[in-house]
T-cell receptor, first 111, second 116 residues
Framework: AQRVTQPEKLLSVFKGAPVELKCNYSYSGSPELFWYVQYSRQRLQLLLRHISRESIKGFTADLNKGETSFHLKKPFAQEEDSAMYYCALSGFYNQGGKLIFGQGTELSVKP | GAGVSQSPSNKVTEKGKDVELRCDPISGHTALYWYRQSLGQGLEFLIYFQGNSAPDKSGLPSDRFSAERTGGSVSTLTIQRTQQEDSAVYLC??????????????FGEGSRLTVL
């Protein structure tokens, strides 16, 4: 069964501190992994995807197939990073692009 | 259009009433998805459409829930005989399918449903 687990409901850090939002997944095939973000009063939107191997707003995430993880990291958190973050999973070439989401982690960056 | 549009943005209804939620996707997007967002539950997949057909309805919680899409565009999610546990934000998203990889999902602002 496909499943995405985000163990932390809330993560609170101070500005300038490193941040890591954890994501583990369960999937039998080749997965595509994503991070979506929802800022206050805004729509849910794509932050980054593992196939792009990009750094977006200073965030990076590496797919670790051995540990079935896709943790989101940023070396120096900013107050504007405060938001709800969702990790999501899809299978390659299938299912019409349907995403399975985790329960989300609320990131709070304090001044 | 500017983006995915959902209506109503807020709906308060009494237990037992039927509700309809509407989604207008981005023009040209072939796939349309419905999700439910509730406190502590994250984003729960309900159903997705490719064109007007729904290959995957596996997330609909009960037979009180149904959805349709017409003209490859607008979709309606209908909840019959609403219950208090149906209270949530219902999100619609659309995507263009056709590339090798999963397309980006573009979300609407959601319809907040409150069942009294």
């Amino acid at each position: 069964a496909q499943r995405v687990t985000q163990p932390e409901k809330l993560l609170s850090v101070f500005k300038g501190a490193p941040v890591e939002l954890k994501c583990n997944y369960s999937y039998s095939g080749s997965p595509e992994l994503f991070w979506y973000v929802q800022y206050s009063r805004q729509r849910l939107q794509l932050l980054l995807r593992h196939i792009s191997r990009e750094s977006i707003k200073g965030f990076t995430a590496d797919l670790n197939k051995g540990e079935t993880s896709f943790h989101l990291k940023k070396p120096f958190a900013q107050e504007e990073d405060s938001a709800m973050y969702y990790c999501a999973l899809s299978g390659f070439y299938n299912q019409g692009g349907k995403l399975i989401f985790g329960q989300g982690t609320e990131l709070s960056v304090k001044p | 259009g500017a983006g995915v549009s959902q209506s109503p943005s807020n709906k308060v209804t009494e237990k037992g009433k039927d509700v309809e939620l509407r989604c207008d996707p981005i023009s040209g997007h072939t796939a349309l998805y419905w999700y439910r967002q509730s406190l502590g539950q994250g984003l729960e997949f309900l159903i997705y459409f490719q064109g007007n057909s729904a290959p995957d309805k596996s997330g609909l919680p009960s037979d009180r829930f149904s959805a349709e899409r017409t003209g490859g565009s607008v979709s309606t999610l209908t909840i019959q005989r609403t219950q208090q546990e149906d209270s949530a934000v219902y999100l619609c998203a659309s995507s263009y399918l056709g590339g090798r990889y999963t397309g980006e999902l573009f979300f609407g602002e959601g319809s907040r449903l409150t069942v009294l």
